[in-house]
């Protein structure tokens, strides 16, 4: 009888996570194994394989004592920040599992996930700029965050400069120089580089390398991060924090997630640039759910194999799409043309993606003719799923870019935007030829 009791009484010890590893017989192990633990120790969650999906508003503390230290943490009485979870607007295990995965990928210290892409990226810049201050940008950017610094920052007295994706040293160093003057003059500073490469849908590369020789020449790299969009070839094709970035940031509804099926993004960097980046989402809200957080966890375990596919698909297909007669060109990383363009892909690429600009011979009405022909291409706006994707970005995406500014950007009315997917590649040029011929 009181062995029973005493049974029930006995605290049940504990049990520890093990530390987790990124080393094995000496060697550095890659992102594509640690994808499948790293983060995550069964023996916290009844030894459940997969984490569970942590559904929860709140975080119960151990004692009172502990609660006071979290929120010494949290408040800066105490050294060292907030350690743990507390409550679901700043974190949840399934996100911390997450973020962690996502560092590795891009060689960061700490990544933070969010409910969108643009959510990411519009508390991104809130994040670093102040009234009077100037965001410098190439372009184009993808419209919502163009038109977040064009028509957002700017109520709130932030002004931009901006340089097309393919500016030389001697054209980034000119910019600055006017972003400086300009900053000088409304009481501010130049808060943020904020770059996207490729370009969409142009395919452009913005040569990062010479970005950030240019920001330390010019200003202080401890004042002006470098961030940078790498939804188009991130994270395998380029990591562009090795080429000089500070912040990288994406829309993970495209590749990462990589299939179609969630809405999210992240931004990762060294933590003295994610700190007030994660202050701010912890006032603002806008971290990503526990659910999708659990999905990205499923997505990032295959995001190298679907890459990988998805970019070798792409290059069947464009070798067949480059010498057909209905075709008037192609705007795919795989066949740049421009000396310069190259050696930046080579200094910065380490792959040509699948998600391209298909020029067919005519105009609106070839193009809708091709499209409405495809069988296994689908029509839809997006990229980076399993599925291959087709749009028309004159009468769909940019369809309210004004004339001038589309010309500028070569968005004709002859060009189809295709994202190559993980189907059986044969199949897919079999679609494109077949659809070729309804033209
Ligand atoms: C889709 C996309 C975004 C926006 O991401 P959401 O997840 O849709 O909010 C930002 N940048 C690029 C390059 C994109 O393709």
Redesign the pocket.
Known sequence: MTDAIDAVDQPTPRRKPKEPITTIGGRQMKPSTLMMGYGYDPVLSEGSLKPPIFLTSTFAFENAAAGKRHFEGITGKRAGGAEGLVYSRFNGPNQEILEDRLAIWDGAEDALSFS??????CILMMAFVSQGDVIVHSGP??A??EGFVARVLSKFGVTYVDFPAGATREEIDAVLAKAKAQAEANGGKVAMIYL?SPA?PTNALVDVEAVKAARDAALDPSVTPIAI?N??LGPLWQRPIDNGADIV??????YVGGHSDL???SVSGAKRWMDPVRALRNTMGGIADPNTAWMLLRSLETVELRMQRAGENAAKVCEYLRSHPKVEGLGYLGFIRDARQQDIFDRHCSGAGSTFSLFIKGGEAESFAFLDALKVAKLAV???GTETLASHPASMTHLSVPDERKAALGITDNLVRISIGIEDPDDLIADFEQALAKV
């Open positions: 969108s892409g643009m959510t990411a990226i950017l993808y919502a965050s996207e969409n969009d939804t188009f940031c994406y829309s993970l509804t495209k809405v999210a993004g997006s990229l980076g």
